[in-house]
């Protein structure tokens, strides 16, 4: 069936992970556009902070839960507090996520299962809060953040690689259950490349040097308009940067020399040349205070614009299915070099 969305500035939007990276950054534009809000993070001071700024800001009407994702009656009280102030909710956004950087050998199995509560189970419980406030309430969208480690894994990230694959396959399969039934809902999963945010700072390192994104790297705001895009016209995929899109074609239809691709780079090109400071704080467990409301961390060479992503939101079928197959072309092009 056809799903029809309300435009932004007519939306409630829940948007979690809401006082960083991509969850700061789509909060500040849909409430330029005009979106009544609920924001919800485990920094409560930093929450506070930011719906100060938005009401004096746009006179953005917006309210603040203080919830671990990882807590079904944490995501519930979203939920509650959502349609007790506005009585529905037009888009949710799944947001929040942590990683942790280091060999699978090497990790406590608690920051394993920290992450996992956090990445996968924090998905799970918003998707279905978000499914059961909507549906009987005319629908929406649900906009889940993945990532393009959803289609294939890297080393010294691999239990955030496993846990996104998680959240791919747990959103198809909802999607699924909820286009059988007819449900008014949207579901997309968004599959950012590497992001310019505090992704590697709150992440948790158990390597003898600083942990870091390889590049290409993109800003976050492309992400925030990829998911307002998503909330007002439904998308079942959406890749943010080429280069997810290459990563992800690639390593379907060329699985061994990606592989070669990964074992060549992801070694280094993960890791700063400067040592771990032994002093060094994450956010896995809790929230760090002293480094919320910050988009970015501020890599050199962010790329400011994405040309694939703008063409594959806005364009035709027709169009997009072009921009694959170029995504597949250089991913053979860069085959052929790696067999050399």
Known sequence: MSVKLRKINEQVMVIT????????????MAAREGAALVLAARADDALEELASELKRAH????????????????????????????GRI???????????????????????????????????????????????????ALINVGSELSDHGIPLQGMYAA?????????DSLRLELEKEEAPMSVTLVKPSGIDTMFAVHAKNYMDKEPKLPSPVYAPELVADAILYAAQYPKRDVFVGGAAKLNSSGSRLLPR???????????????????????RRDALHKPDHTRE??????????????????????????????????????????SRRLAR
């Not at 009407?61 to 102030?85: C, L, Q, S």
């Not at 199995?109 to 059961?132: I, Y």
């Open 17 to 28: 992970g809401a006082t960083s990276g991509i969850g700061l950054s789509t909060a500040r």
């Open 59 to 86: 006179g953005t009407e917006v309210i603040t839960v203080t919830a671990d994702v990882g807590k079904i009656d944490d995501v519930e009280r979203i939920g509650d507090a959502a349609i007790a102030r506005f």
């Open 90 to 140: 037009d888009t949710w956004v799944n947001n929040a996520g942590i990683s942790i950087y280091g060999r699978l050998e090497d990790v406590a199995p608690e920051d394993h299962h920290r992450l996992f509560q956090t990445n996968f189970w924090g998905v799970v419980n918003g998707s279905l809060e978000a499914v059961k406030r909507m549906k009987r309430r005319g629908g929406g």
């Open 163 to 171: 846990s996104k694959h998680a959240v791919k396959g747990f959103t």
């Open 257 to 279: 020399a990606f592989d070669k691709f990964a074992k060549a780079t992801m070694f280094t090109n993960q890791k700063q040349e400067r040592s771990t400071d032994p002093s």
């Open 293 to 334: 409301l910050r988009e970015r961390q501020g890599i050199y060479n962010t790329q400011e614009r994405s040309p694939y992503t703008a063409a594959s939101l806005r364009s035709s079928a027709t169009t997009t299915a072009l921009l694959g197959g170029g995504a597949l072309l250089a991913a053979f092009a860069l």
